[in-house]
């Protein structure tokens, strides 16, 4: 039971590269969504799902794409990556009845130069 | 605007020591409040949370105390431990209709703990 795994774990990027930062989780959790973690600035909530083929904006989605095809999975997309987006990203997945009670994943660095 | 306000940045306390975080929240429709763990290299883990019709909870040395008329709540934390060193995070979670949400995060409180 691997819980929710995101990949790759530190990533440099140049200015205007696009990735995918990838998110797993096996707990048939309906909920997921990416927020970014900033020095002095806490977590804030980039986009979510509430199931497969469900995807909503959070606080900060500009630069950001999601989708979710499967339960399982809920990538993040950088179209063109500016250093504004050099931060650590966190993916996290709960249950409905449980939306506070998430799962995070490791985090992954993101570094934009 | 910063819908979820936490104080101190940080905090030093002694071994055996209460530590105490304090948060503040504008928007009254948020509907559930939770405080988040947060080790360095990890992702946050919930500790504890509170519903706004309780005044407080209490898990095991976590202690959760909730004003709604002031709209602040705070984490007490007994006993503290070079264990509990971490940084905290508290939230406040908004649900709307047709499953959306909004769980808003303080900027947190890196807590130290010293022998």
């Known amino acids: 039971n691997a819980g929710v795994t995101q990949t790759p774990k530190f990533q440099v990027l140049k200015t205007g590269q696009s990735m995918t930062l990838q998110c797993a989780q096996d707990?048939?959790?309906?909920?997921m969504s990416w927020y970014r973690q900033d020095p002095g600035m806490g977590l804030r909530l980039i986009h979510y799902?509430?199931?497969?083929?469900?995807?909503d904006q959070g606080e900060v989605p500009n630069g950001y794409n999601v989708s979710r095809s499967t339960t399982e999975d809920f990538p993040l997309r950088l179209l063109s990556a500016a250093p504004s987006q050099t931060s650590v990203y966190f993916c996290?997945?709960?249950?409905?009845?449980?939306?506070?009670?998430?799962?995070f994943g490791q985090g992954t660095r993101l570094t934009v130069v | 605007q910063q819908q979820v306000k936490q104080s101190p940045q940080s905090l030093i306390v002694q071994k055996g020591g209460i530590s105490i975080i304090n948060c503040a929240y504008e928007?009254?429709?948020?509907?559930?409040f939770p405080w988040y763990q947060q080790f360095p290299g990890k992702g946050p883990a919930l500790l504890i949370a509170?519903?706004?019709?309780?005044s407080e909870k209490k898990e095991g040395r976590f202690t959760i105390s909730f004003n709604k008329s002031a709209k602040q709540f705070s984490l007490h934390i007994m006993d503290s431990q070079p264990g509990d060193s971490a940084t905290y995070f508290c939230?406040?979670?908004?649900?709307?209709?047709?499953?959306?949400?909004?769980?808003?995060f303080g900027k947190g409180t890196k807590l130290s703990v010293i022998p």
């Open positions: 996290a997945s709960s249950r409905r009845e449980e939306l506070t009670a998430a799962f």
């Open positions: 707990m048939n959790h309906e909920y």
């Open positions: 799902s509430v199931g497969a083929g469900i995807t």
């Open positions: 928007n009254t429709a948020f509907d559930y």
């Open positions: 509170i519903r706004p019709d309780v």
């Open positions: 939230a406040a979670l908004q649900q709307h209709s047709a499953g959306s949400y909004q769980l808003t």
